[in-house]
């Protein structure tokens, strides 16, 4: 029940109620209502009270009015009414005066009341409000046991709450990461974005039962023990609507149940399976803004202060066999492992059978030496890992960076026999990958380029096509071919000439060695296709 509720009784109305001073403040919530006499009433006074008075305490010229309603604001009443005639015909100026600088809103009646009926009808009202609230809160705190019971998760359980109590709902761990919220009708993304510093602005202490924090926006919170240990906290906070005492009541079981769902073993995967939800939306949801993906990494402590790279990495045993799926649940906690070690600011989950991770685009000590330390790192003697990584991108553009990333990450190997295939590497594969699904012109290039080196090879067990390719990576130089392919320069300068024999022309002109480079990257995304299409799915 709320002050205003209060001033419009009509028994208050006929007894001529007017407000003299803290019309503003007819919001407040009403705990109950006292009627009394004595000067020092205030000591007897919780907070949220209406006082009924006659003033006839203050009747005597020694009574200290200013130290009453001062002592009456410093309790916390939410209001005092003054019945006039019997000590007062007009509200004294001191008590105006102090109430002012007190924010504290006095009403007077210009007849006289029951305050008997007054306490009665209030007192009824609150009864009323509080088993209402009670019965909602039940009801919600059933639906959200429920929800527990079938297997649902704590996201699932927290938009249930968000959408019954009208508020966003946000859960933290103890290191005050937002590992699942609800998040009600509102858009979360300035929440999330704040989150560290609401959650260190009014919401200290370990102890266990619903608290009010007027922080911003002001919410209201409880803590989530397990074992006798804090685990974290959950929030609901007044961003849509009042929060009222239904929430309170609903909170305090809503994290009694998150406990019993974190003691079933789960409390380990909960970041975890947050930072996997953020990586599948970054990754495929059509709508997914920038902005928000920022602000839930944010809610998880992760800052990206810059441009971010989308990395698909994958791990197949010596064989070349497909890993289980326990081994690439293992493999995409080492990678979160290897980022978190590293300082290098990601987030890590998986999709489609691969670990995929939105990472900042600039790591101390550079990129590339440190996504070599990455596949070095995850390579445990078992295991190889290709990884493919996109182009630096903003975070609006994540789901273009993953595709890039993909495409890396497939086509790489046909360029090279290194773990790390980057997008920006693969210009002439991205080409020409498409003229390889459309028809044979590109296969037909390729035998009317290199048919016959290709056929030599095949008969003589020969590497004329590898000391091409060398001979053109390196620039027509053929000492540093020699040096690339651990040869005597003079073995270069006849399999050399050898390959202008077979090919029947002269492999110095520009334009032959551009034909030729061409062939062999088609070649290479020939094969590549190939292998894909053969490979079990």
Not at 72 to 94: K, S
Not at 109 to 131: G, N
Not at 305 to 318: G, H, K, P, Q
Not at 399 to 417: C, F, K, T, V
């Amino acid at each position: 029940m709320y002050l205003r509720d209060v001033l419009e009784l009509d028994l208050l109305r006929e007894a001529g109620l007017r407000i003299a001073t803290g019309s503003e403040r007819s919001d407040r919530p009403v705990s109950w209502v006292h009627s009394g006499e004595i000067a020092d009433i205030a000591r007897y006074l919780s907070g949220g009270e209406v006082l009924l008075t006659a003033a006839t305490g203050l009747s005597s010229p020694t009574a200290d009015r200013r130290a009453y309603v001062r002592e009456l604001a410093q309790a916390g009443a939410a209001a005092l009414i003054v019945e006039l005639g019997r000590t007062f015909t007009e509200l004294p100026a001191e008590m105006i005066d102090e109430a002012e600088s007190r924010g504290l809103l006095i009403a007077v009646l210009e007849r006289e009341v029951p305050f008997a009926a007054v306490t009665r009808l209030v007192h009824t009202a609150i009864l009323r409000e509080q088993y209402a609230a009670q019965e909602r809160a039940t009801q919600i705190g059933d639906d959200f046991s429920r929800l527990v019971l079938e297997g649902a998760h704590v996201p699932q359980m927290l938009e249930l709450l968000a959408s019954r109590l009208g508020n966003p709902v946000v859960l933290e761990d103890g290191l005050r990461r937002v590992v699942a919220y609800g998040q009600g009708s509102g858009p979360m993304a300035p929440v999330l974005r704040e989150w560290h510093h609401h959650s260190r602005r009014g919401h200290q202490g370990t102890a266990v039962g619903v608290q009010t924090a007027e922080s911003e926006p002001r919410c209201v919170w409880t803590s989530v023990a397990l074992r006798g240990e804090i685990w974290g906290r959950l929030h609901v906070l007044e961003v849509d609507s009042a929060v009222d005492a239904v929430a309170q009541l609903a909170l305090g079981r809503a994290a009694s149940n998150i406990a019993l769902y974190l003691l079933a073993e789960r409390d380990a995967y909960l970041s975890e399976t947050a930072e996997r939800s953020l990586v599948s939306d970054a990754a495929n949801r059509a709508n997914f803004s920038g902005e928000e993906f920022l602000s839930r990494a944010t809610g998880l402590g992760i800052g990206f202060d810059e441009d971010l790279v989308m990395i698909v990495a994958s791990r197949t045993d010596r064989a070349n066999e497909d890993p289980e799926e326990s081994a690439q649940e293992e493999g995409e906690q080492r990678l979160r492992d290897w980022f978190r070690l590293s300082g290098w600011p990601s987030v890590v989950g998986t999709l489609s059978g691969q670990i995929v991770a939105v990472a900042a685009s600039s790591p101390r000590g550079g990129m590339r030496p440190r996504l070599a330390e990455l596949a070095e790192g995850l390579d445990d003697g078992a295991f190889v890992y290709r990884v493919g990584i996109s182009r630096p991108a903003r975070a609006s553009v994540l789901r273009r960076a993953y595709a890039e990333a993909q495409i890396a990450y497939d086509l790489g190997p046909a360029m090279s026999n290194d773990s790390v295939h980057h997008y920006n590497d693969l210009v002439l594969h991205r080409l020409l990958t498409p003229l390889a699904k459309t028809g044979p012109q590109l296969t037909n290039f390729v035998e009317s380029e290199l048919g016959d080196l290709i056929a030599y090879d095949a008969e003589h067990n020969s590497d004329l096509l590898k000391t091409l390719d060398a001979f053109l990576q390196n620039n027509g130089n053929k000492a540093a071919t020699a040096d690339a392919l651990f040869l005597q320069r003079r073995s270069i300068y006849y399999r050399l000439t050898r390959i202008e024999d077979l090919l029947g022309r002269s492999i110095e002109p520009a334009d032959h060695r551009a034909r030729l480079y061409l062939a062999l990257r088609a070649r290479e995304v020939l094969e590549g296709r190939a292998s894909a299409e053969a490979s079990p799915k």
